[in-house]
C-alpha cells in the first residue's frame, strides 16, 4: 500500500463508500495522489457471514445517534435511526444494487410540483440531461444489468409474483433490474449464482461495492493511501478560508493531521452534516458551509414500507437476488392521486428474523407464528418514494451526548409531511391491490424504521445562499471543498439514489482533476 507523507498536500477523502470509492477510484487512475480515510476497517469476502442479524452487527454503523420528531425512528429505535455501513466500501457492502435514473421532471420539483407548503422544495441547478453522460458512465462502471448490452438476470420466484401481480391489475411497466450485479462475469467480477444473500456482503463480488471494485483498482494504481479505522473528526482551513487539513483520529485513538491541497467530505448525508458542522471555527462559527445555514437541513429518506403475502403456492422468496425489480407505474408525477411526486414498488425478501422484527407486536402468539410457519410461502413488495423536503427535517449535534471518541453526536429531527402520508397510504392501497390480484390470502403491511436512502444535508444550488455547494458538489464558501455524496440532493426522486450519487461523483472528479490540471485548486 502506497503511504503519503502527511506534510504532502494531498486530495484527502472522507468515507469510502459509493461516492468517496468513486471520486477516489477516478482522480488515482488520472495520476493524482490521493488519502483516503475511512472510519470503519476492510471486511473482505471471507468474513461476510450468511446470516442476516449477524451480519446486520459485523458490518452496520452502531454509534449513538439520537431520533427526535414524529417519524416512526424517533419511537421505535430513537437511538439508531438509520442503516448504514461502518467499513470499507461503506453502505455498498449492504446494498442491493437497484439502480435506476431518476426522471427529468425530478429535477426540478419546486417548478413542477408548485410551493407545497411545509417543503423547502427546490429546483435542482441541473438537469436530466447535463447527467445523462455521467448515468452512462455509471452504468458502464456498475456494470447495471439492462445497460450496455449487459443481460438481465434470470426472473427469481418473488419476481414472478409482482410480475403476475402487475399485470393482473393492469399495470404495465416492470423490469426485472436494473441491477448493479453482474449477471455474467464482467469487469474482473464473478456472474452471480443467485445466492440470495445480497444484504450480507456479496462473498462471490457479483454485486457492485467500491469495496469490490473502485478501492482495489485504486490501490493498484499506486496513488491511494487508503487509512481504515480512521474517522475524520474536523476540516482545518487557513487564513484565507482555504481548507488546509483534516484532523482524524486513527485506529490507536490517535489524534493526525493530514495537510490537503482538497478535501471531498463523503460519509453518507448524516456523518458529512456532521463533519461539517464539528469544523466550526472563528471564521466560520456555525460550521463549514453553513453561511447561510443550510447545513443539516432538508433531509430526505424516502417514504418507505413493506407488505408480505401468502401466496397459494410455495415462493421462497429468499432464493435469488433479493430485490429482484421493480413496478414504475406510480413513479410518475399526477396530482389527481392526491399527492405529488411518485413511488416505486420493488419485489423484496427478507430473512425470517429480519420478517420477524417487522411484524405488528399485537399479533404475536397464533397469528404471527402461523404466518411466519409460511415463510416458503410469501411474497413481498417494498415501496421507495420521493418524500419532501422540509428546512427542519435535520441533522444537528446533540447539546450534551459524545460519542467514544468525544464527538457530540448526531441527532436527526424529522417531521412527515402530509405530501409522504399520502403516498405511503396510496403505496399501501396499490400493494394490497397487487397481493390480491394473485390470490394472497393474509397479506401484512409493515413499516421500515431505519433509513437506508439518506440524502439532501448540504444541498446543492444555483445561488449560495440558497444551498452549500454548487452544481459539482464544491462548498459555496471554500473553493477546495468538496461535498461527495448523497448530501447534495436538493430532492429525493422515486428513485433508489446510488446511480445518481455515483453519477455525480464521476461529474465532480471531472471538474476536480481539470482544475487541478489548470492549477485552480
Ligand atoms: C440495506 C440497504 C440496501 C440498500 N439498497 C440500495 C439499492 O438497492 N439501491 C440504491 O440506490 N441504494 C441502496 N442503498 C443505499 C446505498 O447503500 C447508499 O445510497 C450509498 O451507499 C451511499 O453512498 P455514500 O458514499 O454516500 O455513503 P456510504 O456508502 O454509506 O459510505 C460512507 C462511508 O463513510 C465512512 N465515514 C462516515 N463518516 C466518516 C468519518 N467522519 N471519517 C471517516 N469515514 C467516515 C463510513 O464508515 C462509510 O464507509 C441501500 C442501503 C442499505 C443499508
Ligand atoms: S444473489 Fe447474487 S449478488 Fe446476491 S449475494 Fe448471491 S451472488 Fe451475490
Given amino acids: 500500500m502506497t503511504e503519503i507523507s502527511k506534510r504532502d498536500p494531498a486530495v484527502v477523502i472522507i468515507g469510502s463508500g459509493a461516492a468517496g470509492g468513486t471520486v477516489a477510484h477516478e482522480l488515482v487512475t488520472r495520476g493524482i495522489k490521493v488519502v483516503l480515510l475511512e472510519a470503519g476497517r476492510e471486511i473482505g469476502p471471507a468474513e461476510f457471514i450468511q446470516d442476516d442479524m449477524a ?20 419511537t421505535s429505535s430513537p437511538a439508531m435511526p438509520l442503516w448504514t455501513v461502518k467499513a470499507v466500501g461503506g453502505s455498498t457492502l449492504h446494498w442491493n444494487g437497484l439502480a435506476y435514473r431518476m426522471q427529468a421532471h425530478e429535477f426540478e420539483p419546486r417548478t413542477r410540483y408548485g410551493q407545497v407548503a411545509g417543503t423547502s422544495l427546490a429546483d435542482w441547478p441541473i ?7 455521467f448515468y452512462e458512465r455509471a452504468e458502464d462502471k456498475l456494470g447495471v444489468t439492462g445497460t450496455h448490452g449487459i443481460p438481465r438476470h434470470p426472473a427469481n420466484n418473488n419476481y414472478r409474483v409482482l410480475w403476475n401481480a402487475a399485470k393482473r391489475a393492469g399495470y404495465g411497466s416492470i423490469s426485472n433490474g436494473n441491477l448493479a450485479i453482474n449477471s455474467e462475469p464482467r469487469d474482473g467480477r464473478a456472474g452471480c449464482i443467485q445466492m440470495g444473500f445480497c444484504n450480507q456482503g456479496c462473498k462471490i463480488g457479483a454485486k457492485w461495492s467500491t469495496q469490490a471494485s473502485e478501492i482495489p483498482k485504486a490501490i493498484a494504481t499506486g496513488r491511494l493511501d487508503l487509512r481504515t479505522g480512521c474517522m475524520a473528526v474536523r476540516i482545518e482551513h ?19 493531521s493530514q495537510v490537503a491541497r482538497v478535501v471531498c467530505v463523503a460519509g453518507n448525508a448524516v456523518e458529512t452534516a456532521r463533519v461539517l458542522l464539528l469544523s466550526d471555527s472563528g471564521k466560520f462559527p456555525s460550521g463549514l458551509g453553513n453561511g447561510w445555514g443550510h447545513v443539516g437541513r ?10 408480505f403475502g401468502v401466496m397459494p403456492k410455495p415462493v421462497n422468496m429468499h432464493r435469488g437476488i433479493s430485490v429482484p425489480g421493480s413496478l414504475f407505474d406510480e413513479a ?35 397469528r404471527n407464528a402461523d404466518f411466519m410457519e409460511k415463510y416458503d410461502h410469501l411474497a413481498g413488495l417494498l415501496i421507495c418514494g420521493e418524500d419532501m423536503p422540509r428546512a427542519d427535517n435535520r441533522v444537528t449535534l446533540d447539546r450534551e451526548e459524545l460519542d467514544a471518541l468525544g ?9 412527515v409531511h402530509e405530501n409522504d402520508r399520502r403516498m405511503e397510504a396510496h403505496g399501501r392501497l396499490t400493494t394490497q391491490v397487487l397481493m390480491d390480484a394473485v390470490g394472497a390470502v393474509d397479506v401484512r403491511q409493515v413499516r421500515t424504521a431505519l433509513a437506508t436512502h439518506n440524502m439532501g444535508t448540504a444541498r446543492m444550488s444555483r445561488r449560495p445562499e440558497d444551498g452549500v455547494v454548487d452544481s459539482f458538489g464544491r462548498v459555496h464558501e471554500m473553493p477546495n471543498l468538496f461535498v461527495s455524496d448523497g448530501s447534495v440532493f436538493p430532492s429525493s426522486s422515486a428513485e433508489n439514489p446510488t446511480l445518481t450519487i455515483v453519477a455525480l461523483a464521476l461529474r465532480q472528479a471531472d471538474s476536480i482533476a481539470e482544475r487541478l490540471g489548470r492549477g485552480d485548486l
Avoid at 127 to 133: K, V
Fill in 127 to 133: 438537469t436530466l440531461e447535463d447527467l445523462l453522460p
Fill in 298 to 307: 432538508h433531509y430526505t429518506h424516502h417514504v418507505g414500507g413493506g407488505t
Fill in 332 to 366: 410518475r408525477h399526477d396530482e389527481t392521486r392526491g399527492f405529488v411526486g411518485g413511488y416505486l414498488i420493488q419485489a423484496m425478501s427478507v430473512a425470517p428474523s429480519f420478517l420477524a422484527s417487522l411484524l405488528d407486536a399485537e399479533d404475536w402468539g397464533e
Fill in 407 to 415: 464527538l457530540r453526536i448526531p441527532c436527526i429531527h424529522v417531521d
Fill in 238 to 256: 487557513d487564513a484565507s478560508g482555504r481548507a488546509s487539513a483534516v484532523v482524524y483520529r486513527d485506529g490507536n485513538g490517535v489524534l493526525q
Fill in 55 to 74: 451480519a446486520f452487527g459485523q458490518l452496520t454503523w452502531m454509534d449513538k445517534r439520537r431520533a427526535t420528531g414524529n417519524w416512526l425512528a424517533a
